[in-house]
């Protein structure tokens, strides 16, 4: 009897190994999942006293590479080198298998293992809120406000214990106030030029008009200069110009990276130049080539990232990854009357760590502009006042599969 150790990525690449080398009858011993993949014993001229035998007698072996072993080695096998089979199985399983029949049963593996994950985390998720019900408690508080799992995580993780019930909704939230990010960028004061950009329909236009419109009441309309180098959108310079009238400051039009450059120099003197750029989806293909245009007046230009608050998590994800491309100043946090959750994209900020500059909360011009450094409270507040108008419900079943792992080392 001949017995050899097949090792390789898969079964159905074992399998045809095993098939080639020693042909349809040989027989499958044993299989396990190791570090390297799937190992297998295969042996042909199978004889079934002997193996008992050195399964009984095994004493060791190299099990890190692959070895032709006749009978009279069969003793040197170690137990804990395979895991022989009962006889009649071992004759079932066969080098004859079948690529098909194998990944049906593959497939179903799968699902029973997906069944047992998820029986397993919802029984971790209620022995840990069992144990920790202060903790659970406060992860439902900050999951119904929208705060994404990572992040709840984390903030929860920064508290002393709390026996207090009380306080199971203000230390999360005071926690989670200091950790949002912010930046002070005193631009109604000291001016400078900035470009606003960001994805589609998030209110860049509407925020230049209120920054300009502050800037105006202190300085004068004549120190102000906008730029539209909005070549995408039909009206876009129009819709701009509606505004600048409004406070009477001038319109400039930029349709290439030149022209943007050029008029750059000729407006320097101006205290304050806001630029209003194209919105462009994450995903779009000359988003990468629009933003290293931009990227080349780098030094002359601060970039401000504008988001609006009712984006959803993936979205806002995504939209960071792709526009810092650029070195961003920070973030413009738009429509924040609009959402019905703030919890994302105080996680996206967050988690990214994004820091807000400014917060946006309605349409009034020069009204509803709020520097983000003294607003971190009174954001982290007005996301708890969603409650009131969306109700939102904590799913346990949510819960178990965002915090489950995550419960293991509290309970």
Same mark, same amino acid.
């Given at each position: 009897?001949?017995?050899?150790?097949?090792?390789?990525?898969?079964?159905?690449?074992?399998?045809?190994?095993?098939?080639?080398?020693?042909?349809?009858?040989?027989?499958?011993?044993?299989?396990?999942?190791?570090?390297?993949?799937?190992?297998?014993?295969?042996?042909?001229?199978? =004889?079934?006293?002997?193996?008992?035998?050195?399964?009984?007698?095994?004493?060791? /072996?190299?099990?890190?590479?692959?070895?032709?072993?006749?009978?009279?080695?069969?003793?040197?096998?170690?137990?804990?080198?395979?895991?022989?089979?009962?006889?009649?199985?071992?004759?079932?399983?066969?080098?004859?298998?079948?690529?098909?029949?194998?990944?049906?049963?593959?497939?179903?593996?799968?699902?029973?293992?997906?069944?047992?994950?998820?029986?397993?985390?919802?029984?971790?998720?209620?022995?840990?809120? =069992?144990?920790?019900?202060?903790?659970?408690?406060?992860?439902?508080?900050?999951?119904?406000?929208?705060?994404?799992?990572?992040?709840?995580?984390?903030?929860?993780?920064?508290?002393?214990?709390?026996?207090?019930?009380?306080?199971?909704?203000?230390?999360?939230?005071?926690?989670?106030?200091?950790?949002?990010?912010?930046?002070?960028?005193?631009?109604?004061?000291?001016?400078?030029? $900035?470009?606003?950009?960001?994805?589609?329909?998030?209110?860049?236009?509407?925020?230049?008009?209120?920054?300009?419109?502050?800037?105006?009441?202190?300085?004068?309309?004549?120190?102000?200069?906008?730029?539209?180098?909005?070549?995408?959108?039909?009206?876009?310079?129009?819709?701009?110009?509606? $505004?600048?009238?409004?406070?009477?400051?001038?319109?400039?039009?930029?349709?290439?990276?030149?022209?943007? /450059?050029?008029?750059?120099?000729?407006?320097?003197?101006?205290?304050?130049?806001?630029?209003?750029?194209?919105?462009?989806?994450?995903?779009?293909?000359?988003?990468?080539?629009?933003?290293?245009?931009?990227?080349?007046?780098?030094?002359?230009?601060?970039? $401000?990232?504008?988001?609006?608050?009712?984006?959803?998590?993936?979205?806002?994800?995504?939209?960071?990854?792709? $526009?810092?491309?650029?070195?961003?100043?920070?973030?413009?946090?738009?429509?924040?009357?609009?959402?019905?959750?703030?919890?994302?994209?105080?996680?996206?900020?967050?988690?990214?760590?994004?820091?807000?500059?400014?917060?946006?909360?309605?349409?009034?011009?020069?009204?509803?502009?709020?520097?983000?450094?003294?607003?971190?409270?009174?954001?982290?507040?007005?996301?708890?006042?969603?409650?009131?108008?969306?109700?939102?419900?904590?799913?346990?079943?949510?819960?178990?599969?965002?915090?489950?792992?995550?419960?293991?080392?509290?309970?």
């Amino acid at each position: 009897m001949k017995i050899k150790r097949y090792l390789d990525k898969d079964m159905r690449h074992v399998l045809r190994r095993v098939r080639e080398d020693q042909g349809p009858d040989a027989v499958i011993l044993s299989n396990r999942r190791v570090e390297a993949g799937i190992e297998v014993i295969a042996a042909i001229d199978y =004889d079934e006293a002997l193996v008992r035998h050195a399964v009984s007698a095994g004493t060791g /072996t190299d099990a890190a590479v692959e070895t032709a072993i006749d009978s009279d080695a069969l003793a040197q096998l170690a137990e804990d080198d395979f895991e022989p089979a009962p006889p009649k199985q071992a004759e079932i399983v066969t080098a004859n298998l079948q690529p098909e029949p194998l990944k049906e049963m593959q497939d179903e593996i799968s699902s029973l293992r997906g069944l047992l994950e998820t029986q397993l985390s919802g029984l971790i998720w209620r022995d840990s809120a =069992d144990r920790s019900p202060m903790r659970a408690q406060m992860l439902r508080n900050l999951a119904r406000i929208g705060i994404t799992p990572d992040v709840a995580a984390m903030i929860i993780d920064r508290l002393e214990p709390i026996s207090d019930v009380k306080r199971l909704w203000d230390a999360p939230l005071m926690t989670l106030a200091q950790a949002l990010p912010v930046r002070e960028v005193d631009l109604l004061q000291e001016g400078g030029t $900035f470009a606003l950009i960001g994805p589609t329909g998030v209110g860049k236009t509407t925020t230049i008009a209120k920054i300009a419109a502050h800037f105006a009441m202190t300085h004068g309309p004549d120190d102000v200069a906008l730029i539209s180098a909005d070549a995408f959108r039909i009206g876009a310079k129009e819709h701009l110009m509606a $505004f600048a009238n409004i406070i009477g400051s001038k319109v400039y039009s930029a349709s290439s990276d030149d022209e943007l /450059t050029e008029l750059l120099i000729r407006l320097s003197k101006k205290k304050l130049i806001l630029i209003d750029t194209e919105g462009r989806s994450p995903r779009d293909r000359e988003l990468a080539h629009r933003l290293a245009a931009y990227g080349n007046n780098a030094e002359r230009v601060r970039f $401000f990232l504008t988001l609006s608050a009712a984006t959803q998590e993936a979205a806002l994800d995504e939209a960071i990854r792709q $526009f810092s491309q650029v070195p961003l100043e920070g973030a413009i946090v738009t429509k924040v009357d609009e959402a019905a959750q703030l919890g994302c994209i105080l996680s996206a900020m967050i988690r990214h760590d994004l820091p807000a500059c400014w917060i946006a909360d309605g349409q009034r011009i020069p009204d509803d502009l709020y520097p983000a450094a003294r607003k971190k409270m009174w954001l982290v507040n007005r996301a708890v006042d969603c409650l009131e108008h969306t109700h939102p419900r904590v799913d346990e079943h949510s819960m178990a599969q965002h915090y489950s792992q995550a419960s293991v080392g509290h309970a």
